[in-house]
């Protein structure tokens, strides 16, 4: 779209075929606006139910929802409005004419001449409208940032900031006004504003639902809910107590709740009750009942049944981080032989080594992934001798490709710009759901080539994550579309160098 925008504002006359692609992308536009407005009413009919159901929780929240609702709708509006007045001043009609005037029907669709002397004004005096709209978008960001207060590092507001670097396509820098209004075609105007119109509207929806997901809200509401049970372990030796805390999900510990477990009444303390059975012999055991939960209009019974096993001490031997082992580095495991002590066990592993890190806590390390590793539990058993309590054994997995970044842009992110690619400097690796620790995890080399002008640029080296001075001069002269390949991504893993793939970027 900007592609086509850049283009009518150098060209002297503008092609039919081009008119008609800003009148088709106009419209889609207004009908993605009016489908984004649809959908922010339905999420301030879901904020207002939550306060009806729970006022002195939402109220806050709620109050900064409809400030957002009231601000969004006048600068929509005065986008809106702004649409009438360019269409009015280029066709030579009433704003009322124009509010009745479809876009295709526009007889002037390549004027440039009045929409630049309506949105740029005087030289001197700055008094065009593209001067006052540039100021209500500012505004509306730092109102938003305002009613986000501490939780607006998890909002985006990027596309209403309006302090980047603007070029015009001779690549001299120009003001915010002059690059997307300065010699622009009136249909290439209406496109533009549409498009700040769909901006507005998305980050009205993002700081909405924020703000309607950090409210506390009254949990009954919803059909979804049911009771919960979660034992403080699952595994019973006879002689010892069996023990869980059965809950409401997301529910109020202000609220007091009772039960009723196999016949007998529980009060609850802070949203949960706590169930405590004596165990004197093996076998599956269950017990059963409702907890009652009081809401906005009564109390409501919720019915749960659970089962668990009671069985004879055995050893336990569990892998801390995850049910594997990896190869190359450091794997925590706790080994707990019911009812013996410490110092009365020994572990052995086969296929690699373990080393004590303190009561009951080891690390193993396996060489190579592949191999079944077994830990192999013994207990004294009397003069010295030993018995053999149980023995769990293990895969072994080749620790997992790391994830290379661009400033946060993973290799999924396809888009990135220009500002952004060389503020980077370079590539990073992260290790996503991995558990374990790789403090030498780094890039030690790739390869970088940018398709440009329909032609690939010559492939430029890194012997390190570090951008080289020839990648950040091309990354400095790239345009919109351009795409930037960063391949054979080499990064120091346990087991030595590894290449993790590519990443393709595209310059938005």
Known sequence: MMYLVLTAMLALNVSTEVLKSFV???????TTNK?????NEAVYDIFQRAYLANESKVAEQWEKARQI???????YDFIQETKYELIAITEKITVDEARNLNPRDIKSQDNYDDPTRYFMGGDIEKN?????????????REFLETMLGDDSSKVSLEALETDTEYKNPDGQVVSWETYYFYHSIIMADLTILNRFQTSILNAESDVVSQLYSSVSED?????????????????????????????????DSKSKISATINGQQYEGEGGSIRYKAPTSSTGEKTFAGTINVPGSFGVKSYPFEFTYNVSEPVATVSADAMNVFYAGVDNPVTVIAGGIPDKDTRVEITNGTLTKNGPGTYIARVPKPGPIVEIKVYAKDGANKERLMGVKKFRTK????????????????????????TAAGGLVVKMKDFDFDL???????????????????????????????????????????NKVFITDIMVRMPEGNRNVGDMTLTIK
């Open 24 to 30: 088709t992308v106009n419209e889609a536009m207004e």
């Open 439 to 481: 403090p030498n995890l780094k890039v030690v080399s790739f390869k970088v080539q940018i398709f440009r002008n329909q032609e690939l640029t010559p492939t430029m080296n890194s012997n390190g994550n570090r951008f080289s001075d020839d990648m950040l001069d091309y990354f400095k002269n790239c345009r919109s579309g």
């Open 35 to 39: 489908n984004y407005a649809t959908r």
């Open 219 to 251: 949990d009954f509401k919803f059909d979804t809910i049911s009771a919960r049970v979660v034992p403080t372990s699952t595994n019973v030796f006879v002689g010892s107590d069996f023990e869980a805390d059965i809950f409401v999900a997301a529910f």
């Open 398 to 421: 080749r620790v997992p490709d790391p994830v290379p970044c661009i400033n946060g842009h993973e290799p999924g992110e396809r888009t990135i710009s220009k500002g952004l690619l």
């Open 69 to 75: 609702k009231a601000r969004s709708k006048e600068i």
């Open 128 to 140: 065009g409208k593209a001067y006052e709209l540039h100021a209500k978008i500012d505004e509306y």
